[in-house]
T-cell receptor
Framework: NAGVTQTPKFQVLKTGQSMTLQCAQD?????MSWYRQDPGMGLRLIHY???????DQGEVPNGYNVSRSTTEDFPLRLLSAAPSQTSVYFC?????????????FGQGTRLTVV | AQRVTQPEKLLSVFKGAPVELKCNYS??????LFWYVQYSRQRLQLLLR??SRESIKGFTADLNKGETSFHLKKPFAQEEDSAMYYC??????????FGGGTRLMVKP
C-alpha cells in the first residue's frame, strides 16, 4: 500500500530553471495539496485540489503552478526557480475536506535552488 | 483568517519529566484541531485529533475554546517522543493550516 508517493526525494536547481515535483496517491482521495516546510514557519499551503480538474491557491502560490487531470496525480511545477524556493515540499491527500479527516503525507522533496 | 501559533520552537526535557507543547489558534468559527508529528527521517503523520478525545502514545490534548488553545500533554516523556510536533486546524470547508512547529528533545 504505497499511500502518497513523491518524486524526486532530492533536487538541486539553478536559478531560472523549471521543474515538476510529482505526487501520486493510490487511496482514491478527493483532496490533494502541496505544502512547503521552512524552519520556524511550519508548513504553508501552496496549492490544493478538491478533485480532478479543480485547483485553487493556498497561502503562498506565487511561482508555482498545479494541475489535476486525474484523481491520483497532482504535480507541482516551478516555472522559474528562485533561491527563495529552497525548501522541503510535501504533498498530502485526504478523503475529503470534511471535519476530522486525516491527511496523509508524502516523504517530501528537498529542493535547493542555487 | 485562521492562524495557529506554537510559541516554542524548541522544548527540551529530561526523560520522565512532564511535557506540554503549547498551541493557540485564532478562528471565528468552530475549527477541527489536530496534532501531527514528524519523527526523524519519517513522514508527517497524524498523532491525534480533538474530536476523538483519544490518548495516543500517552499524549492527550484538550480543546479550550475560552482560551482558544489545544495544548499537547504527556505526563512522562520518553526518548522516543523526540520529534517535530505541529498543531493544525481545519476551518470549515478549507484545508489544513499548520502552526510553526515545536521540536521536542527528550534527554536521557
Amino acid at each position: 500500500n504505497a499511500g502518497v508517493t513523491q518524486t524526486p526525494k532530492f533536487q538541486v536547481l539553478k536559478t531560472g530553471q523549471s521543474m515538476t515535483l510529482q505526487c501520486a496517491q493510490d487511496m482514491n482521495h478527493e483532496y490533494m495539496s502541496w505544502y512547503r516546510q521552512d524552519p520556524g514557519m511550519g508548513l504553508r499551503l501552496i496549492h490544493y485540489s478538491v478533485g480532478a480538474g479543480i485547483t485553487d491557491q493556498g497561502e503562498v502560490p506565487n511561482g508555482y503552478n498545479v494541475s489535476r487531470s486525474t484523481t491520483e496525480d497532482f504535480p507541482l511545477r516551478l516555472l522559474s526557480a528562485a533561491p527563495s524556493q529552497t525548501s522541503v515540499y510535501f504533498c498530502a491527500s485526504s478523503y475529503s475536506f470534511r471535519m476530522n479527516t486525516e491527511a496523509f503525507f508524502g516523504q517530501g522533496t528537498r529542493l535547493t535552488v542555487v | 483568517a485562521q492562524r495557529v501559533t506554537q510559541p516554542e520552537k524548541l522544548l527540551s526535557v529530561f526523560k520522565g519529566a512532564p511535557v506540554e507543547l503549547k498551541c493557540n489558534y485564532s478562528y471565528s468559527g468552530s475549527p477541527e484541531l489536530f496534532w501531527y508529528v514528524q519523527y526523524s527521517r519519517q513522514r508527517l503523520q497524524l498523532l491525534l485529533r480533538h474530536i476523538s478525545r483519544e490518548s495516543i502514545k500517552g499524549f492527550t490534548a484538550d480543546l479550550n475554546k475560552g482560551e482558544t488553545s489545544f495544548h499537547l500533554k504527556k505526563p512522562f516523556a520518553q526518548e522516543e517522543d523526540s520529534a517535530m510536533y505541529y498543531c493544525a486546524l481545519i476551518p470549515a470547508g478549507n484545508m489544513l493550516t499548520f502552526g510553526g512547529g515545536t521540536r521536542l528533545m527528550v534527554k536521557p
